[in-house]
């Protein structure tokens, strides 16, 4: 379609109002169109498109036949290809797109033209019959002049005519300004407080004088009545605040809201149940993850899909799999185990930290003064092994376990006894893309130290754990624990690669020390061995101040060495220093949360927030709901109990990260098989599920161009296609039902 004039003025009065927008003395760039033709005046030329396509030109458009019944969206494209981006310059991208019959869907991308394949922005949209014209803007993260502007209408069931115009990339462009809907400035835990725990929130106002707040009950009564505390601007949000207190208050009931300063929270309750909910909702996450097994749909109604990664085509099958070329002459049977995150990918770094996680929600239920282990026992968790007489959390986790058992390198076979570090895709795949349609080839990556360490540190602490319902188990546990720990004392610095990340993650970790000391406090706690406390009380990581701002996950594994060292019953000589140290942590997390005015035990380095940012906030809470394990003092307790209130909505954002959970809670993770945003026929992400959270690196390009220049906080966007502010992980739900658990059991 020839291009009219009203949408160049149109264009021409918004940049000048964004310009006018825009401070002082910043460059802008000149805007440039990079499309060849995409108006198809004349011609469809130099577009291509994939052999089952053909186009042509129709009024002014171009119009193809789409054929039905391919498994994946790029199968069938139509696209352009040597477009140049240059990196860190900003695009508009936009193009009217039309599908009949109605609801088809698209995928339109920018991303390189050549393997791998990256994509530097895509979205999914829905098709109309009367067609709509799309617009976005991202931020480009590379310079290349082999980009590609493609549009995939593969992946739908039925034939269907797709047609385009008006195709357009414009570099140069200013980056878009998002504004979030965030709701009421009053921010409250919008899932519910305990009765008797602590009751928090905060007020986002230019005021700074202190001001009256109301708590009113489900009909409206005003029920407790106070003055907010002014805390000035707050570093991690950006945002002038008040914090208010209505711990006094401990009545149980639904649906109080906060009224202050003409402004009335959402809604919420006071009253434990959500939490024993919770508690079962974040680790029946698990069983929908699970790899290598159908999902049954009478245990998980809306989540029943075909078992992954069985060898029936398309899948290539995880029960036969190679290496990389040149990295092993053998094939290994590796299925199960759990899906990461979104992607099919599975690896032994942060099966292992997950795995840990689970396990220790049930052991600490074993020993804490207010565990209770049969809330996670047989029958608890709606899994096909329920009714078995085992836990079923143990269940759960066994089906990880065995996965990574699996991993190990046979005997009689080089570096046998390590682990392979992780077994993907050999590319990566789009969205959405059950894990049976899964078509690319499996990989088994090289063998490395902290795979290796991950596996000894968890088929040790099986061993102890499962012993009293499987004792063969316990003992293959523990003799694969064993020889990973020989093996790895023996390939002590054997790295995952920091460029192996095609088709899937990298996890590479070049320090390992905290690997070591975690995998040997486990072997210890299990075995009592000598040999295993000499390396233990030898570790530098045994009294190095490990509780820093950022905590622990998969990379900072010492914490999990530590955590269980002091509070597993064990007789480790000096004890006492290392429950010392744990408590030491805890008071500095304390102090953090006390100091932040949305009271959160996180305040990394100069408000960086990093990748998976809630469960970090998670994880230094776990540390001091430790401290309240070990000691019964009540400030950790209120101190733990107060950090989920910023994972439920007391934040910048007014989000609950936890889907099913709070008035507004995010749903639209980044998954390829809860895809819902992408796919209607498809499930959102289960109820208790949490997001990634805040990421300052925000490294995708749909965050990049939305969130470009977000502080602390502000750095999250509740949308599919945000990999890495909005993904799910096994790790970070890991978190969410060690502290599910802990307070679940605070009632
Ligand atoms: O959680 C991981 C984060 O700490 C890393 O910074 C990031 C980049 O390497 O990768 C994250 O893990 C992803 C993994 O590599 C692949 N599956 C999805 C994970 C979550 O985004």
């Known amino acids: 379609m020839k291009r009219r004039r009203t949408t160049l003025l149109a264009l021409t009065t918004l940049l000048a109002a964004t310009l006018t927008a825009l401070p002082a003395g910043s460059a802008q760039a000149e805007e440039v169109e990079q499309v060849k033709n995409g108006t198809f005046d004349t011609t469809t030329a130099p577009w291509w498109t994939t052999g089952n396509v053909t186009a042509a030109l129709t009024d002014g458009r171009l119009c193809a036949e789409i054929p039905g019944g391919t498994p994946n969206r790029?199968?069938?494209?139509?696209?352009?290809?040597?477009?140049?981006?240059?990196?860190?310059?900003?695009?508009?991208?936009?193009?009217?797109?039309?599908?009949?019959?109605?609801?088809?869907?698209?995928?339109?991308?920018?991303?390189?033209?050549?393997?791998?394949?990256?994509?530097?922005?895509?979205?999914?949209?829905?098709?109309?019959?009367?067609?709509?014209?799309?617009?976005?803007?991202?931020?480009?993260?590379?310079?290349?002049?082999?980009?590609?502007?493609?549009?995939?209408?593969?992946g739908n069931a039925d034939p269907f005519t797709f047609c385009m115009d008006?195709?357009?990339?414009?570099?140069?462009?200013?980056?878009?300004?998002?504004?979030?809907?965030?709701?009421?400035?009053?921010?409250?835990?919008?899932?519910?407080?305990?009765?008797?725990?602590?009751?928090n929130a905060t007020l986002v106002t230019e005021a700074t004088a202190k001001l009256p707040w109301q708590l009113k009950n489900a009909s409206g009564s005003v029920v407790a009545r106070g003055s907010t505390r002014p805390r000035g601007v707050d570093a991690s949000s950006g945002q002038n605040v008040h914090s208010i207190d209505f711990g006094s208050y401990r009545?149980?009931?639904?649906?109080?809201?906060?009224?202050?300063?003409?402004?009335?929270?959402?809604?919420?309750?006071?009253?434990?149940?959500?939490?024993?909910?919770?508690?079962?909702?974040?680790?029946?996450?698990?069983?929908?993850?699970?790899?290598?097994?159908?999902?049954?749909?009478?245990?998980?109604?809306?989540?029943?899909?075909?078992?992954?990664?069985?060898?029936a085509a398309p899948n290539k099958g995880d029960d036969d799999v190679p290496c990389q070329p040149g990295v092993c002459d053998y094939t290994l049977d590796v299925t199960g185990g759990w899906y990461d995150a979104g992607d099919h990918g599975k690896y032994v770094v942060n099966g292992g930290i997950s795995t840990w996680e689970v396990l220790s929600t049930y052991?600490?239920?074993?020993?804490?003064?207010?565990?209770?282990?049969?809330?996670?026992?047989?029958?608890?968790?709606?899994?096909?092994?329920?009714?078995?007489?085992?836990?079923?959390?143990?269940?759960?986790?066994?089906?990880?376990?065995?996965?990574?058992?699996?991993?190990?390198?046979?005997?009689?076979?080089?570096?046998?006894?390590?682990?392979?570090?992780?077994?993907?895709?050999?590319?990566?795949?789009?969205?959405?893309?059950?894990?049976?349609?899964?078509?690319?080839?499996?990989?088994?990556?090289?063998?490395?130290?902290?795979?290796?360490?991950?596996?000894?540190?968890?088929?040790?602490?099986?061993a102890r754990l499962y012993r009293p319902f499987d004792r063969a188990y316990a003992a293959k546990n523990l003799a694969a624990a064993r020889t990973a720990w020989e093996a790895a004392r023996a390939h002590p610095d054997m790295y995952a690669s920091e460029s192996d990340g095609t088709g899937g993650?990298?996890?590479?970790?070049?320090?390992?020390?905290?690997?070591?000391?975690?995998?040997?406090?486990?072997?210890?706690?299990?075995?009592?061995e000598k040999k295993y406390a000499d390396f233990v009380l030898g570790s530098p990581v045994h009294t190095a101040d490990i509780f820093g701002p950022i905590g622990f996950d998969w990379a900072r594994t010492a914490a999990a060495g530590r955590l269980d060292l002091a509070l597993v019953p064990n007789k480790l000589p000096g004890r006492d220093k290392v429950r010392q140290s744990v408590i030491k942590g805890a008071d500095r997390y304390l102090a953090t949360l006390q100091d932040h005015p949305y009271g959160l035990p996180y305040a990394p380095d100069k408000n960086l927030y990093d990748w998976g940012s809630n469960h970090q906030i998670l994880n230094n809470a776990v540390v001091i709901a430790s401290a309240y394990d070990l000691t019964g003092a009540s400030k950790y307790r209120e101190g733990a109990l107060q950090s989920m209130d910023y994972l439920f909505g007391r934040n910048a954002l007014n989000i609950s990260?936890?889907?099913?959970?709070?008035?507004?809670?995010?749903?639209?993770?980044?998954?390829?098989?809860?895809?819902?945003?992408?796919?209607?026929?498809?499930?959102?992400?289960?109820?208790?599920?949490?997001?990634?959270?805040?990421?300052?690196?925000?490294?995708?390009?749909?965050?990049?161009?939305?969130l470009q220049g977000c502080v602390g906080q502000f750095c999250y966007i509740d949308d599919i296609q945000s990999w890495s502010t909005n993904e799910h992980t096994i790790n970070w739900n890991a978190a969410l039902a060690r502290m599910a658990s802990f307070v679940a059991d605070q009632t």
Do not use: C
């Open 657 to 706: 990260y936890v889907t099913g959970y709070g008035e507004v809670n995010a749903h639209n993770q980044h998954a390829r098989w809860y895809a819902h945003q992408l796919d209607p026929t498809q499930p959102n992400p289960p109820a208790g599920t949490l997001a990634g959270g805040a990421n300052s690196g925000i490294q995708d390009p749909f965050a990049q161009g939305k």
């Open 363 to 462: 052991e600490r239920s074993l020993y804490a003064r207010t565990g209770r282990t049969h809330k996670l026992g047989d029958g608890s968790l709606d899994i096909p092994e329920s009714g078995n007489k085992v836990p079923d959390l143990l269940d759960e986790v066994r089906w990880e376990l065995d996965f990574l058992l699996k991993m190990q390198v046979p005997r009689g076979k080089p570096l046998a006894g390590m682990a392979h570090h992780k077994i993907h895709d050999e590319q990566w795949t789009g969205l959405p893309l059950m894990p049976a349609d899964d078509p690319q080839k499996r990989e088994l990556h090289p063998p490395s130290t902290a795979a290796t360490l991950n596996l000894a540190a968890t088929a040790a602490q099986a």
């Open 166 to 199: 008006d195709v357009s990339l414009l570099g140069g462009v200013p980056p878009e300004v998002y504004e979030p809907d965030t709701g009421p400035r009053v921010r409250v835990n919008q899932v519910a407080y305990l009765p008797a725990g602590p009751k």
């Open 505 to 528: 993650g990298t996890y590479a970790d070049n320090n390992v020390a905290d690997e070591f000391y975690w995998a040997a406090a486990q072997l210890y706690l299990t075995t009592g």
């Open 251 to 311: 009545k149980r009931g639904t649906g109080f809201t906060l009224v202050v300063d003409g402004e009335t929270s959402r809604p919420f309750d006071i009253d434990p149940s959500a939490y024993r909910r919770l508690r079962l909702d974040s680790l029946k996450y698990y069983y929908t993850q699970r790899s290598g097994i159908a999902i049954r749909d009478d245990l998980r109604p809306g989540y029943g899909r075909a078992a992954g990664h069985l060898n």
């Open 74 to 154: 790029w199968d069938a494209a139509v696209g352009q290809n040597d477009v140049t981006l240059v990196k860190g310059e900003s695009y508009r991208f936009s193009f009217s797109a039309s599908g009949v019959p109605q609801g088809k869907v698209l995928r339109a991308i920018v991303g390189l033209q050549v393997a791998p394949y990256d994509t530097y922005f895509e979205v999914s949209p829905q098709l109309n019959v009367s067609g709509d014209r799309y617009s976005y803007t991202f931020t480009s993260p590379v310079d290349t002049a082999q980009a590609q502007v493609g549009f995939q209408v593969g």
